[in-house]
């Protein structure tokens, strides 16, 4: 799909590199990533860009580029950083190799207010990440800007061929945006990005690659499952949509994910497998013996559920995918790969039995198709929850009672955030259970309970994360219920830790 007048963004391995897709479509244009390994095979895109990345272009394994099948693309190009790097090799000029880094804010002085710099101020902070600077420029190239060292930082080569040694793709370069749209103006008749087109342009190959057999689907209740199982409905095709209940989820979640699908007219097959997953998981303290228990045991049940599948649909997203990026991937979607890679599931897929329509998309791409398909938004933006579930709140062993106490502190929390009018502002908010007992009074009595801890944390990507100031009153409320209404806790504590170095989980 979309292979033509599409904006490539060839990898050379920076830690950026999807971001410059993300920026590339929320300007309004399809992008695609390709592994350099792959180039030229990448179709007939309307633009190229070329990525930063790790290494020295003076290194004997540096990746390089076929430049002749660049050119006989004739479409404007633009090197980013390493690239621009290269570009000036290639076009006959050198780049200084130094073990020096600069890391950081740069100030931009663009030599001319028209091309590239069109609109741009004269002077604007742009971010810098690299050590080699480009020399010698060959004949014809011109500098475009410069830093507040007169040090070129961006040149043109010929009427197509640009280069930025900054990183307009991270928000800290106050007007990437405008420098890449300016980019993207170069070009003529590049493929706009519509989640609408593409919900159609989906639909329909779903249609065509599944035909009449039947399609299984598991489902959490999460936002990339929901929007997968309500898009397969949208295509009419036959699917069993499967939601397995570990024993590990917040209180009434169960019911609720059932009453959610049935009012979006999907029908679910709930597996209660809470039994099978404590049973499991009783007595084990270690958090990563807990982690393996519940990934393996979820596989077993999902494939006994299963049975014999015709086609398999998976929720993967293009972070999933895009295996260079693996070094930015959250934890998250690093298990999450894991569960979509296992043996069963690489069998189906060399058999062409595995779809994964959603594998072209960015996490908030989903949520947009997902508003397309009429999905409520308090689906959609539900707060991550992780697949191990309320074990990771539960450090060391888990047991009924425990995740009993979890559920009742987390229903009063998450209810407190919601009628405050927080729950959408933060990125994800939960209490856990602290089992170590201390002493307390409640009513005339000597109380020896356990603590709850509330964490309220705001995150772009799960990789950092900062605590949230919640107003005390919320705080306060919340507390007070818990400590009335919940049996087994006596106190009460705000989780006030960065990530990182604390995660966001407890386990
Ligand atoms: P941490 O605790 O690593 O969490 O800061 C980052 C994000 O990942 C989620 N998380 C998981 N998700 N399986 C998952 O599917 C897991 O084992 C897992 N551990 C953490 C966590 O909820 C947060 O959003």
Redesign the pocket.
Request: proline share 10%.
């Given at each position: 799909m979309h292979d033509s007048n599409h904006v490539a963004v060839l990898d050379f391995g920076s830690q950026y590199t999807q971001l410059i897709v993300r920026r590339v479509r929320e300007l309004g244009f399809f992008a695609k990533l390709y592994a350099i390994e792959d180039f030229p095979s990448i179709g007939m895109p309307g633009a190229i860009i070329l990525s930063g990345g790790p290494k020295s272009t003076s290194e004997a394994d540096a990746p390089d580029i076929d430049f002749e099948a660049l050119k006989a693309f004739n479409v404007p190009v633009l090197g980013v950083c390493y690239g621009m790097q290269l570009l000036n090799i290639k076009f006959g000029g050198s780049v200084e190799a130094s073990n020096r880094r600069e890391y950081g804010p740069a100030s931009l002085f663009p030599t001319e207010c028209s091309g590239l710099y069109a609109g741009i101020s004269q002077t604007s902070q742009v971010w810098m990440s690299h050590s080699d600077t480009v020399k010698i420029l060959p004949d014809g190239a011109k500098v475009i800007a410069s830093n507040q060292h007169g040090t070129p930082v961006s040149l043109q080569w010929n009427e197509l061929f640009y280069g930025i040694q900054f990183h307009p793709e991270v928000t800290h370069s106050h007007e990437g945006n405008q420098i890449l749209k300016n980019f993207l103006d170069l070009a003529n008749g590049l493929l706009p990005f519509k989640i609408e087109d593409f919900k159609r342009e989906m639909i329909q190959s779903i249609r065509d690659i599944v035909g009449d057999r039947q399609v299984v689907c598991g489902v959490s209740g999460g936002v990339d499952s929901t929007v997968l199982a309500v898009l397969l409905k949208e295509a009419g095709v036959k699917t069993r949509a499967i939601f397995v209940d570990n024993g590990l989820l917040r209180k009434n979640e169960a019911s609720e994910v059932q009453a959610n699908f049935k009012r979006m007219g999907v029908e679910i097959e709930t597996v209660d497998a809470s039994e099978r997953f404590l049973t499991a998981l009783a007595g084990e303290g270690d958090p990563e013996k807990k982690?393996k228990i519940?990934?393996n045991m979820f596989i077993e049940v999902f494939w006994d559920a299963v049975g014999d599948a015709e086609m398999l649909a998976q929720g993967t997203l293009y972070p999933d995918v895009i295996e260079s990026a693996s070094n930015a991937k959250?934890?998250?979607?690093v298990?999450?790969t894991h569960?979509n890679r296992v043996a069963k599931i690489l069998e189906l897929q060399a058999q062409g039995k595995v779809l994964e329509p959603l594998a072209e998309l960015f996490k908030d791409e989903v949520r947009a198709l997902g508003r397309s398909l009429g999905i409520e938004n308090e689906i959609l933006q539900r707060?991550?929850?992780?697949?191990?579930g309320l074990s990771?709140r539960c450090p060391g062993i888990v047991d009924k009672e425990r995740l009993d106490i979890i559920r009742e502190c987390d229903a009063i929390f998450i209810g407190k955030l919601k009628e405050y009018g927080w729950y959408d502002k933060v990125?994800?908010a939960?209490a856990g259970l602290i089992p170590v007992r201390t002493v307390g009074v409640k009513g005339d009595e000597r109380s020896y309970e356990w603590a709850t801890n509330l964490r309220a944390v705001v995150?772009e990507d799960?990789?950092t994360?900062d605590w949230v100031e919640l107003p005390a009153q919320l705080l306060r409320e919340t507390s007070h219920r818990i400590l009335n209404e919940v049996k087994g806790i006596n106190r009460v504590l705000y989780d006030i830790s960065t990530?990182p170095p604390?995660?966001?989980?407890?386990?």
């Open positions: 982690r519940i990934g959250s934890k998250a979607s298990i999450k569960h707060h991550p929850f992780p697949g191990p990771v990125w994800q939960y995150s799960a990789m994360a990530k604390a995660s966001i989980e407890w386990e």
